[in-house]
């Protein structure tokens, strides 16, 4: 292991290995001046190389210390392209303010980098010289203060001279590298030049050639590959191309595996500089390529049943009526229903009794329980929007097009109306008030009770809605997940780490090279198998403690999981060890909560970041986690409390009204226990009256200020909103007191 560790560390930045790439990150809007790169060109053989398409890149190769870097300043107004740069960088480095250290964005910044998943860093401070010296100490120890509370042990380097430049790297190149969990298992690369050429005549879609170096693990070409902000796509062939930043270009050549693992090809590309010296090294089998299939197609007829007509529900109900049980012999403890099956030449005419409980179930009217169930299932059907609306209040679209000239005063009367439910749910935690303009049988007929929450069975199969027939599931996810892992380390074979290739991606729209120019990072990362396709997401996550707007269940938001970024409407509900577990309304700050959503399978670990856009772009920060597995069975109960007042108290008995306003509600949820908030259980003996009046059986007398509880569950789910395209949020800046928005807004 420690062999395995000193040849991963030296391979970084070698002839054989991928250069190391160190991301530049200012932490404060003063941080960085104009000539920080040329300060790191510390010899006379150092070579630096300016990339053309990928603004802010500079790479530099060291022939005298057989090592290569790559310098890439990221811009910090753009909070998607820095996380998207940090996740492939091998090193951050953090340049911070003599004053300050970082300002309010700087330490948003770093909450998010944090969450994602820090790789190594070093923190750099510019402009120490140009502070007197008797004030050096005193800021030094100002400093030294500010990154204790974020990065302890840390040590700050200078960074005004080519010596302290040279310091800084020579520490960059010889600390020990930190592995991130969700990119170590993967292949990735981050896009050094990129070519589209369409194919069709619209131009719209074509392939896009990419070149980088291979990161992480094996590119495998018959993997899907995902290009982090725009989707998942096939790759079509993989070509080694000639290394732009070579430690000695005299003698440099492409290193090959063996000739059983890669196939080299003769043929020379001549249409591009790009394609010049380009040897195929693996071109896709459409027999082992993996699909873009991510849903599955339900059909409509499956499970499909003829409902029977009145004339046959009739002939049943006759029949039943008029059967008679017959003797038979049978073996020695042969049940009821197994001699049903057993023939006899003979028939017997001996007719005897039925026993009571099959007179029970000859006593029930077929024709009417089918006709209560069809009847139930219209007025479910109809009462469900009004049901939502009354329990559930969803947020309008945080969307610029949705919104008005008026969207201050709509927003304010919005966020009123939230803090108003948050309170009352604090307050009377899911209690609702029961309807007077229609039965409460029928508002709450989805509905059930339970007599434990913790023990009563719940099945996970039952009453499905139409959405599980789109989304795969795995018979034991984390049996897969080892599988697939150790199948990917064991049998990938392809473009080895540390290759500079170009990759040809298929049906790629021209909006992801519109990206690229624009000097915007592209990021491509490899798919393990099964992770294109839709399932439900549960991750593990807590409130980020800078964020104290409420947020409803379902309500829109925007989700970074790994290398994948997408919007949806999640669930929130609680954390246990429970087969069962209860709803949350708004997402809790006091507690881990888990989040459940319709999303692509991602193999955990994976790093969680929950933001929401409000109506002038901008991403909060609401929420930091991680994935807890993938499992569609997982039971998400949504309890709702009826509460009644003691009208009349005698020993162990009581008349309890306003719980219902009928005689018909009183005697449907008669089977259902009933609680009170002083701890006292008991059950409805009868109804009195027909104003909903009941006389109520305790297990002690209740006191007169207390309040008597009925508790109702159902299963809820979450909402199908998933969404890939993620619009980039806008700059801004986190003042102490107020938030500016700049007027930059990126592409």
Request: aromatic share 8%; hydrophobic share 35%.
């Amino acid at each position: 292991r420690k062999e395995a560790v000193l040849a991963e560390k030296r391979s970084l930045g070698t002839k054989d290995g991928p250069p190391h790439l160190v991301i530049a990150i200012s932490l404060h809007a003063n941080a960085v001046k104009s000539d920080m790169f040329s300060l790191i060109q510390n010899d006379e053989g150092d070579i630096l190389h300016v990339n053309d398409q990928i603004k802010g890149l500079l790479a530099l190769v060291c022939p005298k210390v057989k090592q290569r870097w790559s310098f890439i300043k990221a811009n910090r107004d753009d909070l998607c392209s820095l996380l998207d740069l940090a996740k492939v960088a091998d090193t951050l480095l953090f340049l911070l303010d003599p004053q300050e250290g970082w300002d309010s964005y700087g330490d948003y910044c770093l909450s998010c980098l944090f969450a994602q998943g820090l790789p190594s860093f070093v923190l750099a401070v510019q402009g120490m010289n140009d502070i007197a010296i008797k004030k050096r100490a005193d800021i030094k120890k100002h400093l030294s203060k500010v990154i204790e509370n974020r990065f302890t042990d840390a040590k700050l380097f200078h960074l005004d001279t080519e010596q302290e430049a040279a310091v800084l790297i020579r520490q960059i190149a010889t600390q020990k590298q930190r592995h991130l969990a969700f990119r170590s298992r993967r292949s990735y690369m981050l896009a050094q030049r990129a070519d589209f050429q369409p194919t069709d005549e619209s131009g719209l879609v074509g392939t896009l050639k990419v070149s980088g170096y291979v990161r992480g693990q094996e590119l495998n070409v018959n993997r899907l590959l995902h290009i982090v902000g725009h989707g998942d796509f096939q790759m079509s062939q993989i070509d080694a191309s000639p290394d732009p930043y070579p430690l000695n270009p005299r003698v440099h050549k492409p290193k090959i595996k063996s000739v059983q693992d890669v196939e080299m090809s003769d043929e020379l590309a001549n249409s591009t500089d790009m394609e010049q010296d380009i040897k195929v090294l693996m071109k896709a089998d459409p027999s082992a390529r993996e699909s873009l299939q991510c849903e599955v197609v339900p059909d409509p007829m499956e499970g499909e049943q003829t409902w029977p007509t009145e004339e046959e529900l009739k002939e049943a109900e006759d029949a039943l009526k008029g059967t008679s049980k017959v003797v038979k012999k049978v073996p020695k403890g042969t049940s009821a229903y197994q001699a049903a099956w057993i023939l006899d030449d003979e028939e017997g005419d001996e007719e005897v009794e039925s026993d009571e409980d099959e007179d029970e179930d000859m006593e029930e009217d077929p024709e009417d329980a089918m006709d209560d169930a069809y009847s139930e299932e219209e007025e479910g059907s109809g009462n469900e929007e009004a049901e939502e609306s009354e329990t559930l209040t969803i947020p309008d679209s945080t969307r610029d097009d949705k919104y008005d000239e008026n969207v201050d005063e709509q927003e304010e009367e919005q966020m009123l109306q939230k803090y108003k439910l948050q309170r009352q749910d604090e307050m009377f935690p899911d209690e609702v008030d029961t309807p007077r303009d229609q039965l409460a049988r029928t508002r709450f007929q989805k509905y059930r009770g339970l007599k434990s929450f913790r023990t009563s069975p719940w099945d996970a199969k039952e009453n499905l809605p139409r959405d599980y027939a789109r989304i795969f599931q795995f018979h034991d996810f984390f049996r897969t997940r080892k599988r697939v892992l150790k199948e990917t380390e064991e049998k990938d074979e392809g473009a080895m780490v540390g290759w500079y290739v170009t990759v040809h991606i298929s049906a790629v729209p021209v909006s992801v090279m519109e990206h690229f120019k624009h000097g915007l990072p592209l990021v491509l990362c490899s798919l393990l198998p099964h992770e294109q396709k839709m399932s439900v997401l549960n991750m593990l996550v807590r409130r980020h403690p800078g964020n104290t707007e409420p947020i409803k269940a379902k309500e829109e938001l925007i989700f970074h999981c790994g290398f994948r970024r997408f919007r949806a409407s999640p669930l929130f509900s609680q954390h246990t060890s429970a087969d069962k577990h209860k709803s949350e309304r708004f997402l809790r700050s006091d507690t881990a909560v888990v989040v459940t959503v319709y999303a692509p399978i991602t193999f955990p670990p994976a790093s969680m970041l929950l933001f929401k856009q409000r109506h002038n772009g901008m991403h909060d920060l609401v929420a930091t986690g991680s994935l807890l597995n993938v499992d569609p069975d997982r039971i998400i109960i949504k309890r709702i409390v009826l509460s009644g007042h003691p009208f009349k108290i005698m020993k162990r008995t009581a008349v309890v009204r306003y719980m219902f306003f009928n005689r018909e509600d009183v005697l449907w949820f008669k089977p259902v226990e009933l609680r009170t908030k002083w701890g006292r259980r008991g059950h409805i003996k009868e109804p009195l009256g027909t104003h909903g009046h009941m006389k109520c059986h305790f297990d002690g007398q209740l006191k007169s200020q207390d309040t008597v509880l009925m508790n109702l569950y159902k299963r809820v789910y979450p909402k199908w909103t998933f969404d890939p395209y993620v619009p980039r949020p806008v700059t801004w800046v986190k003042n102490e007191n107020t938030v500016d928005i700049t007027e930059v807004e990126m592409d």
